[in-house]
């Protein structure tokens, strides 16, 4: 009806290892309406399996990052690191996240 098939939610918790009861109870809703719950918020190659085995969602989101020290960056009024550090893609952690999810789709 409003055009959206998928939902970025933490399961209302801080983080999506804190909501895995509510994102396992609007995975299993959203099969009759057929939207897809994204996972998001503090997911981690350290909880990602046991996230999507507890939850049953079969996507998640995350920055994957880490900062970095960069004294010359600033990034104005919007930021998302302090303004002498820089937030960059942590590959060590995305590929951390990829193994643990290796064998889990069906």
């Given at each position: ?38 996972a998001g918020s ?46 960059v893609v942590d ?12 064998g889990l789709a069906?």
């Amino acid at each position: 009806e409003l055009g959206v098939n998928r939902v970025l939610t933490s399961g209302q918790a801080a983080t999506a290892s804190g909501g895995t009861e509510t994102l396992r109870e609007m995975v299993v809703a959203s099969r009759k309406m057929l939207i897809q719950i994204l996972a998001g918020s503090g997911i981690r190659g350290g909880n990602v399996r046991e996230l999507v085995q507890q939850t049953g969602v079969s996507q998640v989101h995350g920055t994957f990052s880490r900062l970095i020290p960069e004294p010359q960056y600033d990034s104005g009024s919007f930021r998302f690191a302090p303004n002498d550090q820089l937030r960059v893609v942590d590959q060590t952690e995305v590929k951390s996240v990829r193994a643990a999810l290796e064998g889990l789709a069906g």
